[in-house]
């Protein structure tokens, strides 16, 4: 972690401000900070550890919530998997394809909010507000696809009675 990053993180006002910049959802700024906080609290204040946080959007969510949030290639990497997973596992053992699920909804909740910290805090280190800006937002079209999932699961759920 470069010093102007620890002293941004050690300043919870100079923290705010940066994250504002870079969350663009004045209504999590807060939740994100305390997160990021309790993340370089963890590691004594010299890098972003991981600590007990959980999000429930990422949890429901998962690849929807890794989207929104911009982290691509990890969204990419679990749709690959369990597109995967769900082709080969279900001709063996349905119950296998559920935990695989499961585990993924569990760990996507778990470390969700730690990795877009993570993210904040590459952009973050580059010292500059533009990238901040640029890099940084949320994706609403992953809104627009997670209703379509969902009406799509209906959709096949009704169907298949």
């Known amino acids: 972690m470069t010093d102007y990053a620890k002293e941004v993180f050690n300043d919870p006002k100079l923290l705010r401000e940066k994250l504002a910049l870079y969350i663009k959802t004045p209504k999590k700024v807060e939740l994100y900070a305390k997160d990021c906080e309790k993340f370089f609290v963890a590691e004594k204040g010299e890098k972003l550890e991981f600590a007990n946080v959980f999000s429930w959007w990422g949890f429901f969510g ?11 290639w990890l969204a990419g990497l679990i749709f690959a998997f369990t597109t995967l997973s769900s082709i ?12 695989i699920g499961l585990a993924i909804s569990v760990v996507c909740g778990m470390f969700g909010r730690y990795l877009v910290c993570n993210r904040f ?3 973050l280190q580059m010292q500059d507000d533009e990238i ?5 937002g ?5 809104y627009v696809l997670f209703v379509l999932f969902l009406l799509l699961a209906y959709w096949s759920v009704v169907n298949s009675r």
């Not at 998962?62 to 691509?72: A, E």
């Not at 901040?132 to 940084?136: A, F, N, Q, T």
């Not at 949320?138 to 992953?142: K, L, M, Q, T």
């Open 121 to 123: 805090l590459k952009f």
């Open 62 to 72: 998962t690849i929807f919530f890794l989207f929104y949030r911009k982290i691509y």
């Open 132 to 136: 901040l800006i640029k890099k940084g």
């Open 88 to 99: 080969i596992f279900p001709n063996l053992n349905p119950s296998i394809d559920r935990a």
């Open 138 to 142: 949320v994706n609403y079209f992953a």
